[in-house]
């Protein structure tokens, strides 16, 4: 019974995790953020080779996924450091997250609640093909939106990696302890064989 919730309980958590990265990946291909994309399509792929090994009983499948989570969280922390300006990181240095191919910042900067962009003519420091903007009334400022939603990343992968490091252990423990029961096959053990019964015929001579 306790195997069975366990399992529930990781598919849940990947369908969570699957849903909150897909709407991720949704907010930062609209903000051309290059870097955060590669890392969501690869933490999609991580999260549906959990749910294979969860259903078909893998417990290799389960250890890749604990292992991605470990790196996911480590990519999240740096996430909510870079927003917060943690140390020598700045939201200036855009090719940490454009790979220095546009000018482009979060799609929650102009488009946060309650938020009022206001487009400014003439500027001279806007180069070719963009504009400058100013944006004000934010009822949450943009980069604390990016923090909230790394945090909810890294507090689905802690659930993620205790319930995939559970499964898995389950998992090889079944794996041995039927490799036990079917442990006399492997030596070439065969079970006795029902002997068959002779039917006696009389015999007759001839006199």
């Known amino acids: 019974m306790g195997k069975c919730d366990g399992r529930v ?8 995790q699957l849903m909150a990265a897909l709407q991720r990946q949704v907010f930062d ?6 870097a955060p994309i590669l890392a969501n ?11 294979f090994g969860t ?12 292992v991605w989570l470990v790196l ?4 999240n922390s740096f996430i909510i450091c870079f927003y917060l300006e943690v140390g020598h990181l700045s939201q200036d240095r855009d090719i940490l997250m454009t790979f220095n191919t ?6 929650w900067m102009e488009h946060g609640p309650g938020c009022l962009v206001t487009p400014v003519l003439d500027s001279r420091i806007a180069p070719d093909d963009h504009h400058v903007i100013t944006v004000s009334g934010c009822l949450l400022d943009y980069q604390y939106i990016e923090v909230l939603s790394a945090a909810i990343q890294v507090l689905l992968a802690l659930f993620g990696f205790v319930y995939a490091c559970y499964v898995s252990k389950v998992f090889q423990d079944d794996e041995d302890s039927f490799d036990f029961i079917g442990g006399f096959e492997s030596y070439g053990y065969q079970p ?8 006696l015929q009389p015999l007759y001579t001839a006199g």
């Open 9 to 16: 309980t990781l598919v849940a958590i990947c369908s969570l």
């Open 102 to 107: 546009s000018l482009h910042r979060s799609w």
């Open 192 to 199: 006795p064989q029902k002997t068959s019964h002779l039917q």
């Open 41 to 51: 399509f690869l933490h999609i792929m991580a999260v549906i080779l959990g749910i």
């Open 55 to 66: 259903v078909q009983f893998r417990s290799r499948y389960l250890i890749l996924y604990a």
């Open 29 to 34: 291909f609209l903000g051309y953020q290059w």
């Open 72 to 75: 996911w969280v480590g990519w």
